[in-house]
């Protein structure tokens, strides 16, 4: 299967603060999506995101499937950005690979 | 327009008993996936099915794991006699179609809990 790797594993940020996730698979996909897991462990759908660059409010993608990474961009984050940030890729028929997911702490 | 509905949301089942854990997809959508969370870990996928059939069964464990999609009614995934290490939180996505370029939409899960 795909291996999914997601940098960093841990990430502690200060209210207001930008970061960046890293998501890097070893093989080529046609499907991408980024999901956040809040605290009560709902997975919400944030991008789907094959390639190309994407935004929504402070929130951005990017996705160079050729070079097999794609990047998440959260701008002036706020204490519910906290929780668990994972990627997932696919192919074929969607069956998807997580990755262990980036566990994000917004202090106030 | 509903999204993708999972119940029971928590399930408790003491070792030997069985586990019922059902997914009605979104609306139009016919393409049901079923996952596994164990705690402190990502999803890893259990099954793919189209209605009244089994398109993809290879994460799913040999013994006591069944899943279905019957041609009326939700999704089904069941596991027999269950076990401590069964412990974990289900979900279910669902898409439209199949294929390339297809997002994928998930359900908030069932915890289910093994004493």
């Known amino acids: 299967g795909i291996q999914v790797e997601q940098s960093p594993p841990d990430l502690i940020l200060q209210e207001g603060a930008n970061s960046t996730l890293r998501c890097n698979f070893s093989?080529?996909?046609?499907?991408l999506q980024w999901f956040h897991q809040n605290p009560w462990g709902q997975l919400i759908n944030l991008f789907y995101?094959?390639?190309g660059t994407k935004q929504n409010g402070r929130l951005s993608a990017t996705t160079v499937a050729t070079e097999r990474y794609s990047l998440l961009y959260i701008s002036s984050s706020q204490t519910t950005d906290s929780g668990v940030y994972f990627c997932?890729?696919?192919?074929?028929?969607?069956?998807?690979?997580f990755g262990s997911g980036t566990k994000l702490n917004v202090k106030p | 327009n509903a999204g993708v509905m999972q119940n029971p949301r928590h399930l408790v089942r003491r070792r030997g008993q069985e586990a019922r854990l059902r997914c009605s997809p979104m609306?139009?959508?016919?393409?049901v996936y079923w996952y596994r969370q164990l705690p402190e870990e990502g999803l890893k996928f259990m099954v793919y099915l189209q209605k009244e059939n089994i398109i993809d069964e290879s994460g799913m464990p040999k013994e006591r794991f069944s899943a279905e999609f019957p041609k009326e009614g939700p999704s089904i995934l069941r596991i027999q006699q269950v076990v401590r290490g069964d412990s974990a939180a289900y979900f279910c996505?669902?898409?439209?179609?199949?294929?390339?370029?297809?997002?994928?939409?998930f359900g908030p899960g069932t915890r289910l809990t093994v004493l």
């Open positions: 997932a890729v696919g192919y074929n028929f969607n069956k998807f690979y």
């Open positions: 609306k139009g959508h016919s393409h």
């Open positions: 995101i094959p390639s």
């Open positions: 093989d080529s996909v046609n499907n």
């Open positions: 996505a669902s898409s439209p179609t199949s294929g390339a370029y297809n997002e994928q939409f």
